[in-house]
């Protein structure tokens, strides 16, 4: 092979598809199913409307564009649907506050619109917002399905339910891997290990300062079309920029072409823990009904929650480690991964065959934490 990847969600699977499109021989190897990490506990957000301007802003834009190409390309649907973004604020004050990050967005060109009928996009909202903006670039994918798709379509060798239990060195270059069940040789090696990144970093005796941030998703019963757009209340943006490892909720609204609505999204930094958090599913609950007073009677059919792959500057990791040649990472998203994952592919695709990029991929280096 010319490249194994570590990691089967669907970060991973666009490395294993933008790699293979480049002409590359790919393996995929993870230590559970297809999307069985944070891609499988995701909303399948694909946002721009959340990002100030910026490196990850400028990758959301490629992503973007990529996406749309995607959804033509894949041979079986990923339930793409271009829904649109609309951003909400309570007072004047905070849609004073989205003006002036909407201007920022702009010039890096997000479309960005100020709404002050918003009944006239979301009829079942409350009464009395002061307005909003509206993000015709925002969209949604089934993660799942999408990452089960992208790697079909590489035509990668997939290796599921195998650990990686120790990458092939040899005076310091990184060669291959070693599962539970077999050995892949390979001049290069991808991290995208989500959560799990910092582990394969130290199998390479590198670091990355990867840690698991988890969110609670709602989900309710199955209702006629109520919601036609991705919905959220401005805090949302500053609780993704936020450091705080203590509780954060807002919420973000949005129907399916099932039925039931989607209800996010906490962030706090418990390590791994998977104890049901029943403030934070309060807390949720009552936020989306402060949005939409329709969903205050409506029954929550289930919940389920994962962990982001956070990292201290809200940068993913992209792109070859000096520290361990041989090494590529790819990781790092937190909740944003669903919707950088095919700009990430293509960064890598890039790295990997030494071929110009389709941006400055600097500010993601995975040395930028230190030796």
């Known amino acids: 092979m010319d490249v194994v990847i570590i990691g089967a969600g669907v970060v991973g699977a666009a490395c294993a598809y933008y790699a293979s499109r480049s002409g590359l021989s790919v393996a995929v190897v993870d230590r559970g199913p297809v999307a069985g990490g944070t891609t499988g506990a995701g909303e399948g957000n694909l946002l721009v409307s959340d990002k100030e301007a910026g490196p990850e802003l400028d990758l959301a834009l490629l992503s973007a564009r990529l996406w749309q190409d995607l959804s ?11 829904k649109g973004g609309l951003v909400v604020a309570p007072d004047e004050t905070t849609l004073k506050a989205l003006r002036h990050f909407a201007e920022g967005q702009r010039a890096a060109g997000v479309v960005a619109t ?27 994918v089934q993660p799942a399905l999408a990452a089960a798709h992208l790697l079909k379509a590489s035509g990668a060798a997939v290796y599921l339910n195998e650990e990686v239990t120790g990458l092939l060195l040899k005076a310091g270059t990184v060669q291959g891997v070693r599962t539970t069940r077999r050995t892949l040789h390979a001049p290069a090696v991808v991290n995208a290990s989500g959560t799990w990144a910092a582990r394969i970093a130290e199998l390479a005796g590198t670091t990355l300062p990867v840690l698991p941030r988890r969110g609670f998703v709602l989900v309710t019963e199955p209702l006629p079309p109520l919601i036609r757009h991705k919905v959220y209340a401005a805090d949302y943006i500053a609780d993704v920029a936020s450091d705080s490892a203590a509780l954060q909720s807002s919420a973000v609204v949005e129907g399916t072409p099932s039925g039931p609505v989607l209800i996010g999204a906490t962030r706090e930094r418990v390590g791994f823990d998977r104890t049901l958090s029943t403030d934070a599913l309060r807390r949720l609950a009552a936020q989306a009904a402060a949005l939409f007073p329709v969903l205050a009677d409506i029954r929550a059919m289930r919940t389920y929650h994962g962990f982001r792959p956070y990292l ?33 592919g293509a960064l890598i695709a890039a790295a990997l065959t030494q071929t110009e990029p389709p941006l400055a991929p600097t500010p993601f280096r995975p040395d930028r934490f230190g030796p």
């Not at 100020?114 to 949604?140: M, R």
């Open 72 to 82: 033509a390309e894949l041979p079986h649907t990923v339930e793409y649907e271009p």
């Open 312 to 344: 201290p500057d809200h940068l993913p990791a992209i792109g070859p480690d000096p520290r361990a040649p041989g090494l590529l990472h790819a990781c790092g998203h937190e909740g944003a991964g669903i919707g950088l994952a095919p700009a990430t």
């Open 114 to 140: 100020e709404v002050t009928a918003l009944h006239d996009l979301e009829p079942h909202l409350a009464p009395g917002l002061a307005g909003g903006f509206h993000y015709p670039q925002d969209a949604q």
